[in-house]
């Protein structure tokens, strides 16, 4: 219920806010085409108000509601391959039951944290695997082993409409985005973007490196404490805490070696550790399933299947979705929220330097793709990547995961219509994430 209103208030909103500009704008008479039938990086028409010099032409920032629907099935379509491969292979872990192996492990952490999943049920390790390939910065892999978590998780669901306690605290955990490398933000701030006539890259790509990786890591510890409060988890047993401790020395370790390295020694690192991973968990699953005598492709077929199958469920979740962000982008009702908050920290007499990277922060929770796209647009505003606001910006971009795509496409692929307090608690932490960062950033480079 919470987000059909949520979903009709961005539509209502956009709608609005569009009507007025066209009104009362000249400038804004392409407005109604825009939203409609316009493209990312259109050229638009901007008429000069009566007496007043020809305006700079505008250009468009998000897909009309058209471009986007095509993109939102192109992007649903383009899972399938992904998804088939990896179901694939949880398909043969199963069979060879690697992957109740994998929630023994883990059992005695997460059945603390999930204490409605039964001991050893294949959700664990489900779970495990996508933490672990959000960990290191693989999301084609963390995708489909979220959809197979929640999957497993519906299973156990007695009320297969309304979210479960261990939906929503897997959800928000993999909302919070802890990650050891961010790799994306490092590329982005390593590459050339064009400031005015120039051209020009960070001089430090990396230096946001360790905010983000401390960022992240609260957000996580948010969420876990949002959600085990209104689940009523004691959070302070010894074993969630010696986790959360063996956890954080681990990400310790690795932010020490890293800072030894360039931006380039970072991402090799970062790509032969986690595609090297990839490889070695698919060499250990065909060898256990060699060992157990199983039969290896029909099982591989069998779990392919169901990629198929979620990759074309999700479509109508993400277009619906889709649609209601593009609206609210081109309407220009997000602009205004930035241009308010700008207005409001002017009057209070403090630093406004870090509205200038809010863009992104606002825009992250909606979409990943716009929230990198802020994120270059602001590195290409003067005085370029090197500036305060494109530093928060890449630690904003790096700190949390899109709540709504994650809303939509994982409650829709297993037809949950009732999300509970789940949209609260991931706007909460992209709340404190969001404030975290700003202080980071003042913090290193203030």
Not at 401 to 410: C, E, G, H, K, N
Request: overall charge positive.
């Amino acid at each position: 219920m919470a987000l059909s209103r949520i979903w009709a208030a961005f539509i209502i909103i956009s709608v609005l806010v569009a009507g007025v500009k066209f009104v009362f704008s000249p400038g804004d008479k392409e407005i109604f085409s825009s939203m409609v039938v316009g493209r990312a990086g259109d050229t638009l028409r901007v008429a000069p108000a009566a007496g007043m010099p020809a305006a700079p032409a505008k250009v468009q920032k998000a897909d009309g509601i058209i471009e986007t629907c095509r993109g939102a099935v192109t992007l649903s379509l383009g899972l399938i391959g992904i998804m088939a491969l990896f179901m694939g292979l949880l398909g043969i872990a199963e069979a060879a039951g690697g992957i109740r192996f994998l929630s023994r492990i883990v059992g005695p952490f997460f059945s603390r944290l999930f204490p409605e999943v039964p001991p050893g049920h294949p959700a664990m390790g489900h779970m495990v695997m996508n933490f672990s390939a959000n960990f290191l910065g693989l999301d084609n892999a963390a995708t489909p082993f979220a959809l197979k978590a929640m999957d497993s998780l519906q299973e156990i669901n007695p009320d297969k409409s309304r979210a479960s306690n261990s939906q929503i605290m897997f959800l928000c955990l993999h909302q919070s985005g802890l990650q050891l490398i961010p790799v994306s933000v490092i590329a982005l701030r390593a590459s050339r973007v064009k400031v005015g006539a120039l051209e020009m890259t960070a001089a430090n790509p990396t230096d946001v490196f360790i905010p983000i990786v401390i960022a992240t890591f609260i957000a996580t510890l948010t969420s876990m404490l949002i959600v085990s409060f209104k689940q009523r988890i004691n959070i302070f047993q010894p074993v969630i805490l010696a986790w959360i401790g063996g956890l954080s020395l681990l990400i310790g370790g690795v932010v020490v070696y890293l800072r030894t390295l360039n931006a380039d020694g970072v991402q090799s690192f970062s790509r032969a550790l986690g595609n090297g991973l990839i490889l070695l968990v698919f060499l250990l699953i065909i060898l256990g399933a060699l060992y157990k005598k199983i039969n290896i492709f029909d099982a591989f077929v069998q779990g392919a299947k169901g990629g198929f199958e979620v990759a074309v469920r999700i479509i109508p979740y993400l277009v619906g979705m889709l649609v209601a962000i593009s609206l609210l982008r081109n309407s220009g009702a997000f602009d205004a929220v930035i241009d308010g908050l700008r207005w409001v920290f002017t009057r209070m007499g403090v630093d406004t330097r870090f509205v200038e990277g809010l863009p992104t922060a606002l825009i992250k929770p909606l979409s990943a793709a716009g929230a990198r796209g802020m994120l270059v647009n602001t590195m290409s505003t003067y005085p370029g990547p090197d500036s305060f606001a494109s530093r928060l910006a890449g630690i904003l971009q790096g700190s949390s995961d899109s709540t709504f795509y994650i809303i939509a496409v994982y409650f829709g692929a297993v037809s949950v219509r009732n999300t509970r307090y789940s949209i609260g608690a991931m706007l909460l932490t992209d709340l404190v994430s969001i404030v975290v960062s700003i202080l980071l950033c003042y913090l290193f480079f203030g």
